[in-house]
């Protein structure tokens, strides 16, 4: 599918590396809060940018924060290589900082859908195997991807997911990282969405 031969590209709507840091105020996680404002602790973060001209809304939500803490969210979107935009969400690996970039879910308007990752480097050396495990009745290939990245360098693969007909729940993707000898597996849970057309 040629498709799947163009490298997904992202739009970064706040990136502390390149773009200025929003800082935001929120009530703590306090009871005295959680009566007046009828707050829970946590709060969801949303941004709108704009990418190939079309508005988009990427939000992420943050743990319970204590009073006097802090927090640091990243609000991205992208475009696959179909050219189709969509949220993303980042995932932070510590150490010398990996950034960790997927889509916030898989939209599937027909029985195929791109499942892009980009790797930013902050610092360091980083190099990843990535295999997806999506649910009974689809299928992604190809089984693996690699990328290296090292400091300030982004690396971009792309899975083609394909619906075969099945539950709609959510594609695990395992990245086995490597970074200064060490061994790192982070897993993450991206869920699927069913918007394909009803066949009549």
Known sequence: MA???RPPRF????NSATFPVYTILVPAN???NNAAFGTSGSCLLIGKGSVNSTAVYPGSP???LAPGSTTQK???AGTNGAGKTFPAKTTSVPGSLLLIIEPEYLEFTSD???LPIIYESVDGDWSSVVRTDPP???VASPGA???DVSTSTMDAVQFTVQDIGSAWTFTRVTHHLRHRGREITVSVDTPMVNRKPKKK
């Open 112 to 114: 195929t859908e791109l």
């Open 74 to 76: 990243y609000l991205q």
């Open 62 to 64: 943050t743990d319970l």
């Open 136 to 138: 009974e009745g689809f």
């Open 145 to 147: 991807l690699s990328a």
């Open 30 to 32: 306090t009871p005295a």
């Open 3 to 5: 498709a799947t031969s």
């Open 11 to 14: 739009c970064f709507f706040c």
